[in-house]
């Protein structure tokens, strides 16, 4: 007995009958994931955008004072906390940054950290990413905002949870010179340790 499979696989691809709920029960699966991924990728974009824009508006507010203390950095980052609507865990470092050139070197003239695992700049650790700071003239300085805020999708839709980490450098718009700190942790001691009592939970370079 012969099968012929020409006529068969043509009325096969010709065929328009069905099941609604088969075809439903099969595609609504599908369809919901990808309506979910696509919310999830733009959340995770949406945050991205806002934590860009909170970092720089705090870069700004600092960069626009001649001296600070603690208690204004500690209040920056409430403020960020705010920005990203208190939903995230948020972690920032700011540091005042010159340039020394009879040592041909960055040096920290102050910084503070504030979130947990952060760790304080000293003059030592700066030198590891020295290439993405600003080429300064002698005695020149930056304020330097590094901030880190960590994401975690509210659906599991294969994207796993992540950091988003900013490293922005400002010029002083006020002072001419350096944007004092009254009480911050004073860089370049002789050990370079910064009197930082942190516990590290991050690599510098990942900055």
Known sequence: MRIHLKPRLK????????????????ILPLLLWAYLAMFIYWDAYRSETTAVK?????????SRNDEVDTAYLSGLHDVFDYLMNNSVETAMVVSSIVW?????????LWSEAYGEGMLALNTTRVAQVADRLP???????????QSRIEY?????VGVPDFFYRQF???RPRLSAGKIECTDCRVGGLADDSNGVIDVQTDDIDAW
Do not use: C, H, Q, W
Not at 152 to 156: L, M, R, T
């Open 152 to 156: 975690v999708p509210s659906i599991d």
């Open 54 to 62: 909170a970092s720089y508006t705090l870069a700004d507010m600092v």
């Open 11 to 26: 009325r096969f691809t010709s065929e328009e009958s069905g099941s609604m709920i088969a075809e439903a029960v099969i």
């Open 100 to 108: 020394d050139k009879t040592d041909n070197r960055y040096e920290v």
């Open 168 to 170: 922005i450098a400002t």
């Open 135 to 145: 080429i300064m003239s002698d005695g020149d300085s930056v304020i330097l905002v």
